[in-house]
């Protein structure tokens, strides 16, 4: 990963390296990098095309010479590299399921928060620490790679955690047509109102991921 910094402007390109490897082949590096930017950031903007012409070298560091793409052309092998070893040492949450069943018969799940990599963790009816409400995103679920890590961080920072499973997501069954979509708050906030009914002077804050993230900001426009 390469990360360029130019006054409040940072870029991680990860997918966007992987772009550029594949159209570099046909266009030639400065080419495809240009396009990726392009497609990614908007780079005919001024702000983007100062970033660029800012950081030319670090961007040119990137080739597709590199001994390990003479056996690994494309990164396959590199990616399942990768998620074996998110596999391997990733941190491994357990949870209690409880299923709500919305008023139009659609279902959902509250993942409350038991063990981290085997030992519990306490503070689910201690109202001294605010509820975390973690939201997935599309296809998504409470055990999804991305949402292994952050449980163990927010417990160290003495916060509870929660994870809301949408409808037809994570093993919940789907029990209507609707399926999960960052259109609807309903469910959200069914989960949230949930849970003050059970702690009603406890904090509750929230974090989406991807769709999840996207929910969540419609959810607090709506709120207000």
Not at 66 to 94: A, C, E, H, V
Not at 124 to 134: A, E, F, G, Q, T
Not at 148 to 176: D, H, Q
């Amino acid at each position: 990963m390469t990360t360029i910094r130019a006054g409040t402007y940072q870029l991680h390109f990860c997918l966007q390296a992987g772009m550029a490897h594949c159209f570099s082949r046909e266009l030639g590096h400065a080419k495809a990098v240009n396009l990726v930017l392009h497609f990614f950031y908007h780079s005919d903007s001024m702000q983007m095309q100062t970033l660029v012409d800012t950081n030319k070298d670090i961007l040119m560091e990137y080739n597709s010479s590199s001994l390990l793409n003479i056996f690994d052309r494309w990164g396959s092998l590199q990616m399942l590299y990768t998620l074996k070893m998110r596999d391997w040492f990733s941190i491994k949450p357990n949870y209690e399921r409880e299923l709500l069943v919305l008023s139009d018969g659609g279902t959902v799940a509250i993942d409350w928060l038991q063990s981290i990599n085997g030992k519990d963790v306490e503070g689910r009816d201690d109202i001294s620490k605010p509820i975390v409400i973690l939201q997935h995103g599309l296809c998504g679920h409470t055990y999804s790679h991305y949402m292994r890590g952050i449980p163990g961080e927010l417990v160290k920072g003495g916060f509870y955690v929660v994870s809301f499973v949408a409808r037809a997501c994570g093993g919940v069954g789907m029990t209507t047509p609707e399926t999960f979509t960052a259109a609807r708050t309903s469910d959200f906030r069914t989960v949230v109102n949930t849970i003050k009914s059970k702690y009603p002077n406890r904090k509750i804050c929230a974090i989406g991921f991807s769709l999840g993230a996207g929910l969540l900001l419609k959810y607090l426009g709506e709120e207000g």
